[in-house]
């Protein structure tokens, strides 16, 4: 026990002269940016296995974000395989931004958005997908578009990550 009190000592005085050194000019570092960014930060685990009452998948405001998204960008668009690619993408990262806007910055939820764009030709479509998740704190919501030339689907998964 004496052994460790005596290498805390040692540590925190040899962290001093540092501090120390570096506070009156003299530079014990030789890259001058690595004086400027300032002590090292580490950051310990919470252990939170579960979210917090206030911090849970908004299940229905994310099915809300998703209708607007698609009635915004989709209501008077026909299909056009060329365009869809990059009304895909467009979709897909305004809905992932509104929703992790939604669940706020200290957030535990990792967000995946699927959206699926087809012709609608009369034909019918499925759409399925798997996840292996923890369903007491997992959620998803989805919604479906349809006009006379195209389908919609688009699915946002909110994977709780501890």
Same mark, same amino acid.
């Given at each position: 026990m004496a052994m460790r009190s005596l290498f805390k000592r040692k540590v925190t005085s040899v962290m001093?002269?540092?501090?120390?050194?570096?506070?009156?000019?003299?530079?014990?570092?030789?890259n001058a940016e690595e004086e400027n960014k300032g002590p090292q930060i580490g950051y310990e685990n919470t252990f939170q296995l579960a979210p917090k009452d206030s911090q849970k998948f908004p299940t229905k405001k994310a099915e809300d974000i998703l209708k607007n998204t698609f009635l915004t960008h989709l209501l008077d668009?026909?299909?056009?395989?060329?365009?869809?690619?990059n009304l895909i993408a467009q979709i897909t990262e305004t809905v992932k931004t509104q929703v992790k806007a939604?669940? =706020?910055?200290?957030? @535990?939820?990792?967000?995946?958005? &699927?959206?699926?764009?087809?012709?609608?030709? =009369?034909?019918?479509? @499925?759409?399925?997908s798997r996840? &292996?998740?923890?369903?007491?704190?997992?959620?998803?919501?989805?919604?479906?578009?349809?006009?006379?030339? &195209?389908?919609?689907?688009g699915i946002v998964y909110g994977v709780y990550y501890e």
């Open positions: 001093l002269q540092v501090r120390r050194g570096s506070q009156s000019g003299h530079s014990t570092s030789t668009s026909k299909y056009n395989s060329d365009n869809c690619k939604e669940l =706020g910055s200290n957030n @535990r939820y990792k967000i995946v958005v &699927l959206v699926i764009i087809g012709s609608n030709q =009369g034909q019918g479509a @499925r759409v399925a996840c &292996l998740w923890y369903p007491k704190y997992d959620r998803f919501a989805q919604y479906e578009y349809h006009n006379e030339s &195209l389908f919609a689907v």
